[in-house]
C-alpha cells in the first residue's frame, strides 16, 4: 500500500516543475486583485521603515509601506516589495560579493579549498575565473563531517564559473550544521549593514494594527532585535526548497525575517503539522517576509521558481553602473546575466 501523503506533499508535488504553473489559488500581493483576496487582511505599519545611516543608499522608497497579514497564519508577515531599485542592487552585491567568503560557511566548503574573494568575485573576473580551485582529498572531507555526493564535481577541482552555479547556501554569524541540525560550527561576524537592514524591518513591524484594530500580529519588540545567524539561499531555476520548520533557535519570540531578490517563487507555508493543507504564496523580488509568533513554527517551503520574472533593474547589463559603491564591486552585467536566471533568499533570526 502506498503511503499516505500529506497536505503539504499534495500542495509541493501540484507545483512539480516541468509543468505550467497553477497559480489561481496563490495570493499574489503584486495583482490588483490581492486586496479583495479572502485569505489576506491589510495591516498598518506602527513604525517607519528608516534607512541606518551607515548604508551608502536610499534602501526604502516608501517609510509606511503597505503591508499584510493572512488571516489562517497568525504571525506571517508581508511587505510586498518596499525597496528602492537601487536597494534591491545594493543587496544583490552583498548576497554575492561581501557575504560568502570566509569566515562565512557554504555548501561547497567542505569539499573545496575556496579562496578568500566570493565565487561570485572569481568567475567575473578575466584573470581569475578559468583558474581552478583544488578539490579537498578524501580524508579531508571525511573529517568534515559530510556527505559526499554522488556527483565528480565534488571530487576534482572545478572553475569558479562552474562552482558558483551549484554554491546553494552560505551561513552568517552562529554557523549552521545541516547534517546535525544545530548552530555547532562555530561563529563569525554578522554583516553589520545587513544587521542594521534587518533591525530596521523588526523595529517597523513591532506591534502592526488590521483595520479593525484587533489583537497585533506581532508583539515583538523590534528594537531588542539582533542578527545573530542568518542563511542566504541561492536558487536556480530548477531549485527547491522541501517543507521544513526553523526551530533550532533557543527562543522563538523573535521574528525571523526573509528577503527576496531576483527571480520570483513559490512559497508555502502551512501549519504546526505536514498534515495541514499551505497557503501557496507568490513572492516576487524586493518582498520582505517576516515570520513572527505562531507562524514560527509553522512548515514551509519552496516547491517553485518562476523563470523570466527578475525585474528589468536587475536583469538589464547597465542598470547599476551609476549606483553607489558600485565601483568596488564587479560591473553589474555580470550580476544581471546571474539574476537572471536565479532567486536569492537572505534571512536571519535571533538565537538567544
Known amino acids: 500500500m502506498a503511503p499516505v501523503q500529506t497536505a503539504f506533499r499534495k500542495a509541493e508535488k501540484k507545483y512539480k516543475r516541468g509543468q505550467p504553473p497553477d497559480l489561481d489559488n496563490a495570493v499574489d500581493l503584486a495583482t490588483t486583485a490581492a486586496a479583495a483576496n479572502e485569505a489576506v487582511r491589510k495591516i498598518k505599519l506602527a513604525y517607519d521603515l528608516e534607512t541606518p545611516a551607515t548604508i551608502p543608499a536610499q534602501l526604502f522608497s516608501q517609510r509606511r509601506p503597505p503591508a499584510y497579514a493572512l488571516r489562517d497564519h497568525p504571525g506571517l508577515l508581508l511587505i510586498p516589495n518596499p525597496f528602492t531599485d537601487e536597494a534591491q542592487r545594493w543587496l544583490a552585491r552583498k548576497c554575492l560579493c561581501d557575504c560568502?567568503?570566509?569566515?562565512?560557511?557554504?555548501?561547497?566548503d567542505a569539499f573545496f579549498n575556496l579562496l578568500p574573494e566570493s565565487l561570485f568575485e572569481l568567475a567575473s573576473s578575466s584573470e581569475k575565473s578559468s583558474r581552478p580551485i583544488a578539490n579537498r582529498s578524501q580524508a579531508d572531507i571525511q573529517q568534515s563531517d559530510v556527505t559526499l555526493p554522488k556527483e565528480k564535481l565534488y571530487t576534482q577541482p572545478g572553475s569558479p564559473s562552474s562552482l558558483l552555479e551549484r554554491q546553494r547556501w552560505c551561513t552568517l554569524g552562529l554557523q549552521y550544521n545541516w547534517t546535525t541540525k544545530e548552530y555547532d560550527r562555530g561563529s563569525s561576524p554578522f554583516d553589520q549593514d545587513l544587521d542594521s537592514l534587518m533591525r530596521a524591518i523588526a523595529i517597523a513591524i513591532t506591534r502592526p494594527r488590521d483595520?479593525?484594530?484587533?489583537?497585533?500580529?506581532?508583539?515583538?519588540?523590534?528594537?531588542?532585535?539582533?542578527?545573530?545567524a542568518g542563511i542566504i539561499n541561492y536558487y536556480d531555476e530548477r531549485a527547491t526548497m522541501a517543507g521544513h520548520v526553523d526551530k533550532t533557535e533557543e527562543k522563538m519570540d523573535a521574528p525571523l525575517i526573509s528577503l527576496s531578490i531576483g527571480l520570483s517563487c513559490v512559497y508555502l507555508i502551512g501549519g504546526t503539522t505536514r498534515d495541514i493543507e499551505p497557503t501557496p504564496i507568490v513572492l516576487h523580488s524586493g518582498d520582505v517576509l517576516a515570520m513572527c509568533g505562531e507562524s514560527r513554527m509553522a512548515y514551509h517551503g519552496v516547491p517553485l521558481v518562476l523563470a523570466d520574472t527578475t525585474p528589468k533593474f536587475l536583469s538589464c547589463p547597465n542598470s547599476g553602473t551609476n549606483d553607489n559603491a558600485a565601483a568596488a564591486y564587479p560591473e553589474w552585467h555580470y550580476f544581471a546575466k546571474y539574476l537572471e536566471h536565479h532567486r536569492v533568499n537572505c534571512n536571519a533570526r535571533k538565537c538567544s
Not at 211 to 228: C, H, I, R
Open 100 to 108: 560568502p567568503r570566509p569566515p562565512n560557511r557554504t555548501n561547497l
Open 211 to 228: 483595520t479593525s484594530d484587533s489583537a497585533s500580529d506581532n508583539d515583538y519588540n523590534g528594537n531588542l532585535f539582533a542578527s545573530e
